[in-house]
């Protein structure tokens, strides 16, 4: 079966960083491409960050130059490097892998950046 499994969220403070993890198993991964969503509740799920099979970019306006996606195809996962953290960013992240009709989703892990 499909799974991703995310690790790195957790609590920080204003300015500080975080590195998130999406392990994927059960996918060609190379075929995917690799996303990070986040959510805050009543608000409506929203992209961060894409990395395309070619290792092409792509961010949210608030986030561009503080967060980095990357992938490693030979571990079959994906990064989000959060730098420069701020309040708003606190939110549950999510990791998709998407291929034309096939779209995968983590578990989610929960961001608070907080004092």
């Known amino acids: 079966q499909v799974q991703l499994v995310e690790s790195g969220g957790g609590l920080v403070q204003p300015g500080g960083s975080l590195r998130l993890s999406c392990a994927a198993s059960g996918i060609t991964f190379k075929l995917y491409s690799m996303k990070w969503y986040r959510q805050v509740p009543g608000r409506q799920r929203e992209l961060v960050a894409t990395i395309t099979t070619d290792s092409t970019t792509n961010y949210v306006d608030s986030v561009e130059g503080r967060f980095t996606i990357s992938r490693d195809n030979g571990w079959n996962t994906v990064y989000l490097q959060m730098n420069s953290l701020k309040p708003e960013d606190t939110a549950v992240y999510y990791c998709?892998?998407?291929?034309?009709?096939?779209?995968?989703w983590g578990q989610g892990t929960q961001v608070t950046v907080s004092s």
């Open positions: 998709n892998a998407n291929r034309q009709a096939f779209n995968f």
